[in-house]
């Protein structure tokens, strides 16, 4: 039986493989797990799937690298979620903001309690390996208690012939416990979008755990009225005037994968954390925060480690966005022009990509 899964219903695919990861510098033996689709096959264009493991609960495992089972012609994006309980039982479930669902399946969310992505893959990205010495601790007595894997098939022609999938991801792993523990923080908001429109959703947090926070990572996500998603560090001097570091910033047209923060900055009790989505809307109707295509979402997400002991506590920030939130209201200094806009040749358009009509 694999080392990490102790759920009888989640048959093991592989012989686990212990090896000597050598892009990971602390070097001790690792394990490789495989957490894949079991030979689905979807009938119909963008259907959402989700199949779980339930991680040992007597034994904590240190996840350190991610690497993609998958092809862009196959998967649209995948995503990891860890949870505390998996959204539906048994072995594959429809799931997915706007799941259209497949006869003969559940339809549930990915997690039934304690969600947090901390994973995601799309268009051929590479394998992610953590900072040294980084990495999320699951099974045992922490917050993750299973992992479920979401896949989006944007189109189901190659499984016409009888053909079926197993994407997935391989999870590197130690049982020697890591010095810095990984977590997301997830910012979203609600609100509208008036017709004909140019719309900031804007969220804000402050930290109030005493904790020092180490950003290197963040993904944007939006439907497809989104032009630009940004994160930033807001700290206030002793003249009330806030300064703005930049997190990272990225159209989100472009693949919704984990991108690496350039800026080493850390943030500490009393930082705010600010995110703003900036909306185009050419259509004639109101668009409102939602999971289906007509709808839209604002997210942005901060993968970060912290020395020793425990993450945030704090998994999400969000507000109830415009009309009834702006950055405006709390913060001063805005930086509005570089909140939303990107440096010449990021954006999807600019790089040949068709925005994304459907993208969980």
């Not at 799941?99 to 304690?114: D, E, R, V, W």
Request: glycine share 8%.
């Amino acid at each position: 039986e694999c080392a990490m899964a102790s759920w009888k219903v989640v048959p093991c695919l592989v012989t686990l493989l212990l090896l000597l990861l050598g892009d990971h510098a602390l070097g001790e033996t690792l394990g490789k797990f495989p957490l894949l689709m079991p030979n689905v096959r979807p009938e119909k264009a963008e259907t959402y799937f989700c199949t779980p493991i339930r991680i040992d609960p007597t034994q904590e495992y240190y996840v350190t690298a991610f690497e993609p089972n998958a092809t862009a012609q196959t998967a649209h994006h995948m995503l990891l979620y860890g949870c505390k309980t998996p959204g539906a039982e048994g072995e594959l479930w429809n799931c997915g903001e706007m799941a259209l669902a497949q006869k003969g399946y559940t339809t549930a969310k990915p997690c039934g309690s304690g969600d947090q992505v901390i994973y995601a893959w799309a268009k051929d990205a590479p394998k992610l390996v953590l900072p040294e010495g980084v990495a999320f601790k699951v099974g045992g007595k922490s917050d993750i208690q299973y992992l479920v894997l979401q896949v989006h098939y944007a189109s189901a022609e190659r499984f016409k012939d009888g053909t079926t999938d197993d994407s997935g991801v391989f999870l590197y792993y130690t049982e020697t416990p890591q010095p810095k523990a990984a977590g997301v923080l997830l910012m979203g908001t609600g609100g509208r979008i008036s017709p004909h429109s140019v719309e900031y959703m804007e969220t804000a947090c402050t930290i109030e755990e005493n904790k020092i926070i180490h950003p290197f990572a963040f993904r944007t996500h939006t439907h497809a009225l989104g032009r630009v998603v940004s994160g930033y560090k807001v700290t206030r001097d002793s003249r009330g005037l806030d300064e703005w570091a930049l997190i990272g910033k990225k159209d989100p047209q472009l693949p919704q994968m984990f991108y690496p923060i350039t800026e080493n900055m850390t943030l500490t009790k009393g930082d705010t954390i600010a995110a703003r989505c900036t909306m185009k809307s050419e259509r004639d109707h109101v668009t409102r925060i939602g999971s289906t295509n007509e709808d839209e979402m604002c997210n942005f997400y901060m993968m970060y480690w912290v020395e020793k002991g425990k993450i945030l506590n704090q998994k999400n920030c969000f507000t109830l966005g415009p009309p009834f939130y702006y950055w405006s209201r709390y913060q001063n200094n805005i930086p509005d022009q570089e909140a939303s806009s990107l440096p010449v040749g990021q954006t999807a358009k600019e790089q040949g990509l068709e925005p994304h009509v459907l993208y969980g």
